[in-house]
């Protein structure tokens, strides 16, 4: 790769970007690839507890965080849990949550929905799993003086973030469960956030359990969730 020019617009520095692209029949094949292999990703509730290098970790984080945000603000933080007493605080307190829902914070048409899935208010993997990472979304920025800065889009960025942050442990021969255990806000308390941090998603990560089984689910097919104008 050639080393970027710079300019500055208005002030600001630019760099020259190159990016790669291919015969339209390599971007078919490369595109076609892509989707088959996107499509043998599926949430996992059983987890191993084999355990993965904290390397590999940092190397999903990074993944992540290349993720577009509102004004590049990144309004985003992962909390890696891998200390025992803190994920079996974390599997309390979510099952607390949990077993209140199942009982009585759940509408029937959703309990109905989710059947197809055979969850329950237990959540053994929050203690199986080798690593939680525990997604936070930042409503605004702190600055060292206790300023406030604002945050753009942030449901929308950590979103985005989370959606590659998927991919990137896919990639890396991991499995995923997005968890969300309702409400969250023990999770401010237990990892000890700050004000301008609210909970977004608990994701355990790490190997499937030897025997695993998924709900044998149907994807929409192209027409139905899309419009051509
Ligand atoms: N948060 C609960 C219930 C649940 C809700 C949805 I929407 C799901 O797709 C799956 C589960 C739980 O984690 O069990």
Same mark, same amino acid.
């Given at each position: ?22 015969? $339209? =029949? $390599? %971007?078919?094949?490369?595109?076609? =690839?892509?989707?088959? #292999? ?31 945000? *509102?004004?590049?603000?990144?309004? #985003? ?11 079996? $605080?974390?599997? @309390?307190?979510? &099952?607390?949550? $949990? ?6 914070? %759940?509408? &029937?048409? #959703? ?8 969850? =329950? #208010? ?14 936070? @979304?930042?409503?605004? =920025? ?16 950590? *979103?985005?973030?989370? *959606? ?19 409400? %969250? ?24 359990? &030897? ?6 689910? &149907? ?11």
């Amino acid at each position: 790769m050639n080393t970027p020019h710079t300019r500055l617009i208005d002030g600001h520095p630019f760099i020259s970007y190159s990016h790669e692209s291919y015969p $339209e =029949d $390599e %971007m078919l094949q490369r595109s076609k =690839d892509f989707y088959s #292999w996107m499509n043998t990703r599926r949430t996992v509730r059983d987890f191993s507890s084999r355990p993965i290098p904290k390397e590999v970790i940092e190397n999903i984080l990074l993944a992540a965080s290349t993720a577009p945000s *509102g004004a590049h603000k990144q309004p #985003w933080t992962f909390c890696v849990v891998s200390d025992t007493a803190l994920k079996t $605080e974390i599997r @309390k307190a979510a &099952e607390k949550e $949990e077993q209140e829902s199942y009982a009585s914070r %759940m509408s &029937e048409e #959703w309990l109905e929905d989710i059947k197809p899935l055979q969850t =329950d #208010w237990q959540k053994p993997f929050l203690e199986i799993a080798p690593y939680l990472i525990v997604v936070f @979304k930042k409503a605004y =920025d702190l600055l060292p003086d206790g300023r406030k800065r604002n945050n753009y889009y942030v449901n929308e960025s950590v *979103g985005l973030a989370c *959606g590659f942050l998927l991919t990137a442990i896919h990639h890396a021969g991991l499995v995923a469960l997005t968890h969300t255990p309702s409400p %969250m806000n023990f999770l401010t308390t237990i990892l000890k956030r700050p004000e301008n941090e609210r909970p977004f998603l608990l994701i355990p990560v790490g190997y499937p359990h &030897e025997e695993t089984f998924v709900p044998k689910l &149907e994807r929409k097919s192209l027409h139905q969730f899309t419009c051509y104008y």
